[in-house]
């Protein structure tokens, strides 16, 4: 029984999500192998190759790689597992844009059935996850021969990323599909912790108000915190905050130990994005707001003057 | 561009929070109100805005499911689809096997683009449009907010984890629609009266080949771990104090 991680990465280094996945792998059971997939990647195979607990690096380095396009990785994937010398058991990808992107590709080909967003491996053939906006959590068991999977990060506390010293193998590139092409990227820059891998987030909705107020409120207790920011749908929609803040069923699924909720009322699809985080706190005016009811410290108060407050008290 | 196909499905509706069956075999879905899944509403407003563009012809939207499954078609004929395909079953259809029935039609009606929701709220998968771009081998642009068809290519941009992320497809193509992509319409009267008369066709998974089996079992379906009860604290200096010495997260 063998498993292959494929690693999130920007040809740089690794994302925080790949470690997670490892995690579930681990837990699986069996060896533990990782494809690094990309182009002038060999920094990213070689932290792979630290990773504690896995046995092979995968090395795939190619032009059509570069940016992930799906139909590429889904391919480079398949060149590799098909290889049924390798019998690769189980195929996991972090359940990130990235991922969800292409596992499903994967699956498809190989004719099985995907199990989504993983959050707990029950044995090598039974996973829970959640549905309904993480209002229900299933259990499902795979009969398929091979089980490709994406992982929840939050899920899953993250492998150590040193202590390893996996060989690194490499591995013919995939030609280019020729299908799609990449055009361009617009990152959001911050030198804020990552969202999805921040210890303390503090969250704005709608009650913000403005763009200005959404920065003027948020950032001073993020900064005194060392916290990200993260967003309510309805914030977002209203453009006081990009899309790539979004906290919820739809946005990003998140965990920290402190989740400062300012402003949010609290509606299921917001919910589903931050009800595993370990301490709640949610500022709001209307003492009825459903946050209340998932906070563990609620505070009914008008988050401009208690905002600044809290800054000054910390 | 001739045809443009949507897949839409009905799904409880986004703002009813289901409760799990106390016997562990499912949600309790019974007698609660179903609404078209907001993502597919999404790509029919899409659909619909492509074809007043002149950019396409014709709309089809297409569900597969129980008989009921015919009002959330009729709302996508409502929204300005042309006509629409149920492909009737009463069996639980898993997203592989709707992939595969979308791929049989994919087939049968040779659209130039297929226009679909990122995931479905009910099942939270967010598989459907990468498979079947998969299974018809078809280029995929997931998580758009912004289309442009121009030609024999899609350019789209993406929301991804940094931010955005745009593409270009070769057509015909699968495209999944992210939220912000657009603000769909609301039905008026006039049109939902319209659309009684638009055409349905009735089809079952038997009639495009398609085992629709599940896959996956579902071996229970249990309530989420609860979260013990909050407290209200009265004033900041509350709050401050609470978070340092009774939880110690600052």
Redesign the interface.
Same mark, same amino acid.
Not at chain 2, 158 to 170: A, F, P
Not at chain 2, 217 to 224: A, G, N
């Given at each position: 029984m063998t498993t292959l991680v494929i690693a999130e990465h920007d040809n740089a280094g690794l994302k925080a999500a790949t470690l997670n996945t490892v995690a579930a792998a681990t837990a699986i059971g069996g060896d533990v192998h990782v494809l690094v997939a990309g182009h002038n990647a060999g920094e990213a195979a070689k932290a792979a190759s630290q990773i504690a607990g896995v046995a092979k690096v995968i090395h795939a380095d190619g032009a059509a790689l570069e940016n992930g396009l799906a139909e590429n990785l889904a391919a480079q994937v398949l060149a590799i597992v098909e290889n049924e010398a390798e019998g690769y058991s189980h195929i996991l990808f972090p359940s990130t844009a990235s991922g969800k992107n292409v596992a499903p590709r994967v699956a498809a080909k190989l004719d099985v059935a995907q199990i989504s967003d993983i959050i707990k491996v029950v044995s090598t053939d039974t996973f829970e996850r959640p549905i309904y906006a993480g209002n229900a959590i299933a259990t499902v068991q795979s009969s398929d021969g091979k089980k490709v999977i994406t992982v929840r990060a939050t899920g899953f506390d993250a492998a150590a990323a040193s202590g390893g010293s996996a060989p690194v193998e490499s591995v013919a590139a995939v030609a280019d599909s020729g299908k799609s092409s990449f055009v361009g990227r617009e990152v959001s820059k911050s030198d804020r912790p990552e969202l999805t891998s921040a210890k303390i987030i503090v969250s704005g909705g709608r009650a913000l108000g403005s763009e200005e107020k959404f920065k003027e409120v948020l950032t001073p207790l993020a900064d005194k915190l060392g916290a990200a920011i993260g967003a309510s749908r309805a914030a977002v929609d209203a453009g006081y905050a990009p899309n790539d803040l979004q906290v919820g069923q739809t946005g990003k699924i998140v965990a920290p130990e402190l989740y400062i909720a300012l402003g949010i009322s609290g509606a299921i699809q917001h919910l589903a994005g931050m009800k595993d985080s370990k301490v709640i706190v949610a500022i709001n005016k209307d003492e009825e707001a459903p946050i209340f009811s998932v906070a563990d410290y609620g505070l009914v108060a008008d988050l401009f003057t208690a905002v600044p407050e809290l800054i000054e008290k910390l | 561009m001739t045809k443009v196909l949507v897949p839409v499905k009905r799904v409880?509706d986004?703002?009813i929070?289901?409760r799990?069956k106390s016997d562990n075999s499912g949600?309790d879905i019974a007698n609660v109100k179903h609404s078209m899944n907001p993502f597919d509403e999404i790509a029919i407003e899409e659909a619909v805005r492509l074809k007043e563009k002149g950019a396409v012809t014709e709309v089809i939207a297409v569900s597969i499911g129980v008989p009921q499954a015919q009002e959330t078609l009729r709302t996508a004929l409502a929204i300005g689809a042309d006509r629409a395909i149920l492909v009737e079953t009463s069996e639980e259809v898993?997203?592989?096997a709707v992939?595969k029935v979308l791929k049989a039609l994919v087939d049968k009606e040779q659209p130039g683009l297929i226009i679909m929701g990122?995931?479905a709220?009910?099942?939270?998968?967010?598989?459907?449009?990468?498979?079947?771009?998969?299974?018809a081998d078809?280029?995929?642009?997931?998580?758009a907010?912004k289309v442009e068809v121009a030609g024999d290519k899609a350019?789209v941009t993406?929301?991804?984890?940094?931010?955005?992320?745009?593409?270009?497809?070769?057509l015909p193509?699968v495209i999944t629609t992210?939220?912000?992509l657009n603000e769909p319409r609301y039905v008026t009267l006039p049109n939902i009266m319209k659309a009684k008369k638009k055409p349905l066709e009735n089809l079952k998974p038997e009639d495009l080949g398609v085992d629709v089996t599940? $896959?996956?079992?579902?071996? +229970? !379906?249990?309530?989420?771990p609860k $979260?013990?009860a909050?407290? +209200? !604290?009265p004033?900041?200096?509350a709050?401050?104090d609470?978070?340092k010495n009774e939880?110690k997260?600052?």
């Open positions: - | 409880v986004k703002d929070k289901v799990v949600v898993q997203p592989l992939a990122k995931q709220i009910d099942d939270d998968a967010n598989q459907v449009g990468q498979s079947l771009a998969a299974l078809l280029p995929q642009a997931t998580f907010s350019t993406r929301e991804v984890d940094s931010g955005l992320e745009t593409i270009t497809v070769s193509a992210d939220l912000r599940p $896959r996956l079992k579902t071996l +229970k !379906v249990s309530e989420p $979260r013990s909050g407290v +209200k !604290v004033d900041v200096a709050l401050v609470k978070l939880a997260v600052i």
